[in-house]
């Protein structure tokens, strides 16, 4: 059971997710910058240490219930990596319809160089876990081998919830600096 397997499949997964978000109509593109601007109208008046919670609280919940409900087939984390890919692609083309690449790049990247790599190491988790789950459901065989399974996968998880909180850190206290230089 490598890491890198896992790793891989997640970035394939969410890399699939940024190519849709490139194909997607404008029509499909200007419906999700709604839904995005609605949920992110309830996050708009939180900074500093608020911010750092929520964004955190979303972003831990959000790998916990991937890793948690990934024995239902994978979907969860699946869909996951697909949504996010495809969202971050959509965010950056309606960006740039009003803003610079810089002001795009300032907004991303700061706290991206962490909290991509930590939410692909997280999905990878759940995919190993919710993968071996099934298999161990399937084959009584390999039973046994979902205990240190898990707990390889939950060490993963746990990694990946130490990065979210650095990268939490950044976007709620640097990103916002950074764009500040824009205005």
Not at 19 to 38: C, H, M, N, R, Y
Not at 64 to 69: D, E, P, Q, R, V
Not at 121 to 139: E, M, P, R, S
Request: charged share 10%.
């Amino acid at each position: 059971m490598s890491l890198r397997r896992w790793l891989l499949i997640a970035a394939a997964l969410f890399c699939a997710g940024l190519v849709i978000g490139l194909l997607l109509p404008d029509s499909a593109a200007d419906s999700i910058e709604q839904t995005f601007k609605d949920i992110a109208g309830n996050a708009a008046s939180a900074e500093g240490f608020g911010l750092f919670v929520l964004l955190l609280l979303n972003n831990t919940l959000a790998v916990g219930a991937s890793f948690l409900f990934s024995p239902i087939f994978l979907i969860l984390p699946v869909v996951s990596l697909l949504m996010n890919g495809a969202l971050i692609t959509v965010v950056a083309r309606l960006t740039l319809q009003d803003h610079s690449l810089a002001f795009l790049a300032a907004g991303i990247l700061p706290h991206g160089i962490i909290e991509i790599p930590a939410y692909l190491l997280a999905q990878a988790a759940a995919i190993c876990f919710g993968f071996n789950v099934l298999k161990a459901i399937f084959d009584t065989q390999r039973r046994s081998e979902a205990g240190p399974v898990l707990i390889k996968c939950l060490k993963w998880l746990g990694l990946a919830i130490i990065l979210l909180i650095s990268a939490a850190l950044i976007e709620a206290f640097i990103t916002p600096l950074l764009l500040g230089l824009f205005n």
